[in-house]
């Protein structure tokens, strides 16, 4: 398809291509994780200018989310015009979407050294992904059937670790549970179709012969890419780093399956993005913490440019966001690159009003 870039005038073709052949097509694509809390619109947006070129919503309830619509309207706001646009050419793509490209550039800002791709042949569209905790086949797949048009890949939560969910029998209650996990994907895949595409996240096992078989399991039944964080069920992310042989030997199983896998786990920088590619063989990083401190870090800042601030207050203001939310998400972002009297107070604002006023000050718009 050829569309005209309207921001430019340029007239390249558009590829359109379901994530797992995204992360097959292409060296270093960036991966923002489903962070509970955090990876909602606004913040999905930024990443993706900011070349995460696949974005992931928070983990929903597939049960709650199914049958009450205050779940629906809580937990699911997504726009069509989420996605990014990247320049590309063979495996190459840029980390900067053409919206942040054409913004830096209007406010004379360097763009980072190899974020670009200027002999650039076509355009890539970034991703959206819903993430979906469930343990029933009917309520994933009626959850999935409400959300199918407006993403493009439904992944299954197998890793998130806290008893609560355990007790429930989602999240990393599946890791050893593969039977299951073939009938959720098989329930998704009945409703939707076989082309529909399903995603597994899930964490390695103690013992790396489940690991093999609940990836194996998984891609028998139709699963497409799989994200391996690389810390066991009990392995808390502040404590233990990440384990890069767990990955690399899912690695290896994926590649007997024929099936794309994405690295995860203690991705603070663009050097930790490439060490965890060359030392696991992985076909991608998805990076949750990193991003949080650094919406920007896969384009190349070392802590998020004032830019990305203020582009951040843009989004979340015009697209709405909680306020409790908007409130953590920029405190998170800042702080790293403010002296600590300005991070206490960037915490201590009674009102949005006043957030918004403070940045505007710290990082006033050129
Ligand atoms: C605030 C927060 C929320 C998270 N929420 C989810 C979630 O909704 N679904 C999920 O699969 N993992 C979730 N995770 C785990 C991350 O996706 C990721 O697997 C983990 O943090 C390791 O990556 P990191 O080292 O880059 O942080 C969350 C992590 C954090 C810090």
Known sequence: MILCNSMTGDSLPVRRLRPAELVKSYDHIGIAAPMVRYSKLPFRMLAQEYGAHITHTPMILAQEFGLSATARDSDFTVRPDERGLFRAKGRRISCLSETARTRLEMMGEAVPGDAMVADADHLVQGCMVIQFAASEPVALADAAELVAGHVDAIDINCGCPQSWAYKECIGSY???QPDKVRNLIRGVKLRLGEDFPVHIKIRIDTDPQLTAQLMTTAVEAGAELITVHGRTRNQPSDSVP?????????????????????AN???????DARRTLEQTGADAVMAARGLMSNPCLFAGYKSTP?????????????TGFNTGLFHRTVAHMTVDGLPKSDALRMNAHPSIASLIEHVAKLYPVA
């Open 265 to 271: 786990g203690d991705i603070f920088c663009l050097d």
């Open 174 to 176: 599946l890791l050893r």
């Open 242 to 262: 990440v384990n890069l042989s767990g990955i690399q030997h899912a690695v290896q199983v994926g590649r007997k399956l024929g099936v794309p896998v994405v």
């Open 306 to 318: 004032g830019h990305g601030i203020n582009r951040f207050v843009e989004l979340a203001v015009t």
